[in-house]
């Protein structure tokens, strides 16, 4: 059984840096997607950045761009980092995974179609001074 741990959250103040980790255990197969996804209060679950095992090829949505990169330490450690936090970037942050075609490009729409395979528990952000 797939298996994701999520790690790294907490209380930040406006402007300070984050950096969310995840441990992948479980997997049967090299290419999947992993994803980092947020669900404000409220709000509907919304995808952020997500890279390929099989190339770690990136996607981001156009609202992170520039703030947040994920990355991967070790085949089955993806992380994300996220800068210049704003209120608006409280949640509860999730790792996700989905299994696809070998050779998929990675695109967007990977963050907008978010049918994952698995999910993390979520690790909660709260930004606020």
């Known amino acids: 059984q797939v298996q994701l741990v999520e790690s790294g959250g907490g209380l930040v103040q406006p402007g300070e840096s984050l950096r969310l980790s995840c441990v992948v255990s479980?997997?049967?197969?090299?290419?999947?997607?992993i994803a980092w996804l947020r669900q404000a209060p409220g709000k509907e679950r919304e995808g952020i950045g997500c890279?390929?095992?099989?190339?770690?090829?990136t996607s981001y949505v156009e609202s992170v761009l520039g703030r947040a990169t994920v990355s991967r330490f070790g085949m089955w450690n993806p992380a994300m980092e996220m800068n210049t936090l704003k209120p608006e970037d409280t949640g509860t942050y999730y790792c996700?995974?989905?299994?696809?075609?070998?050779?998929?490009?990675?695109?967007?729409?990977?963050?907008?179609?978010?049918?994952?395979?698995?999910w993390g528990q979520g690790t909660e952000v709260t930004v606020s001074s």
């Open positions: 479980g997997v049967t197969w090299d290419y999947y997607v």
């Open positions: 890279i390929g095992t099989a190339d770690d090829s």
């Open positions: 996700a995974m989905r299994r696809v075609p070998r050779g998929l490009v990675i695109r967007e729409w990977l963050l907008t179609d978010i049918n994952y395979d698995y």
